[in-house]
């Protein structure tokens, strides 16, 4: 705990939270698109205490030109298993743009054993997509990841 004084001289106290301890992480959730600044503090909460806001965290991936869907993207990606069920409610969503969002930078990046648990999902896509899917290439993509796998040619 440290005082600091402020313009007018009137001190205050600066005491650093920290979700891990509170729970409280409604905070970390973006406000906009161009909220990138909050992808360090998501960060430094971590996993498990994000745990409650993934899905809410993957809202802010469906559009690459988003300031803060890159670096969150990114983030997302090095957790691995947790993101397994997150990232498989947006395969079987109905954003087709959202679905190749997440293929091409979220699931290329996923550890390999993420990937093999999403493996019948890939295969779902690549092998029957959706009409929506077509336009935006989902099913060439989903099928990229599984030609990359182990024991699936690649």
Known sequence: R??????SGASIKNFRHVPIWTGEIRHLVPRGKCDEDIVPMI?????PAIAPILDDL????????????PP??????????????????????GDDGHKFVCLR?????LPLSARIALRDDLRRLADTPCQGDWPVSVDAE??????????EGG
């Open 105 to 109: 930078g979220m699931v290329r990046e």
């Open 142 to 151: 989903a099928r990229a990841i599984l030609a990359a796998m182990p024991g």
């Open 58 to 69: 993957m809202q802010w991936t469906a559009d690459p030109n988003w300031p803060v869907a």
């Open 72 to 93: 969150l993207i990114d983030y997302l990606a090095t957790l691995g298993a947790p993101m397994i069920e997150p990232i498989r409610r947006i395969l079987n969503g």
């Open 2 to 7: 440290t005082t600091h004084l402020t313009s």
């Open 43 to 47: 960060a430094e909460a971590g996993y």
